[in-house]
């Protein structure tokens, strides 16, 4: 059986667009991941959201992982997949690849 694992690569921070839509003071880059982080999909098919992550981002990337999860491929005959998050001011990017489950 095959699980997802997501690997975090980048946060960004779109300070401009923070300024002019966002009211909250010391609103900075996401807090729940790190870039470096590693999640693994959980569950009895491997497509189950990783303990931890964020329920926002897992809607945004989640399709994706269930696919390559399940042997499939994004995008052609992809079996990495870059994709992030759909925070438009404080977007997250991850890395989704395909491994064996132990």
Same mark, same amino acid.
């Given at each position: 059986?095959?699980?997802c694992k997501?690997?975090?690569?980048?946060?960004?921070?779109?300070?401009?667009?923070?300024?002019?839509?966002?009211?909250?003071?010391? @609103? #900075?880059?996401?807090? /729940?991941?790190?870039?470096?982080?590693?999640y693994y !999909? &959980?569950?009895?098919?491997?497509?189950?959201?990783?303990?931890?992550?964020?329920?926002?981002?897992?809607?945004?990337?989640?399709?994706?992982?269930?696919?390559?999860?399940?042997?499939?491929?994004? @995008? #052609?005959?992809?079996? /990495?997949?870059?994709?992030?998050?759909?925070?438009? !001011? &404080?977007?997250?990017?991850?890395?989704?690849?395909?491994?064996?489950?132990?």
């Amino acid at each position: 059986m095959k699980k997802c694992k997501i690997t975090i690569l980048r946060k960004l921070y779109h300070k401009d667009l923070v300024d002019k839509y966002i009211p909250y003071p010391n @609103y #900075g880059t996401c807090d /729940i991941f790190k870039e470096g982080d590693v999640y693994y !999909t &959980r569950g009895s098919l491997g497509t189950d959201m990783p303990h931890g992550f964020c329920p926002a981002a897992w809607d945004a990337i989640g399709k994706e992982a269930a696919i390559l999860a399940s042997g499939g491929k994004v @995008y #052609g005959d992809k079996t /990495i997949h870059i994709s992030s998050c759909n925070d438009g !001011t &404080r977007p997250v990017i991850f890395k989704l690849e395909a491994v064996e489950s132990d």
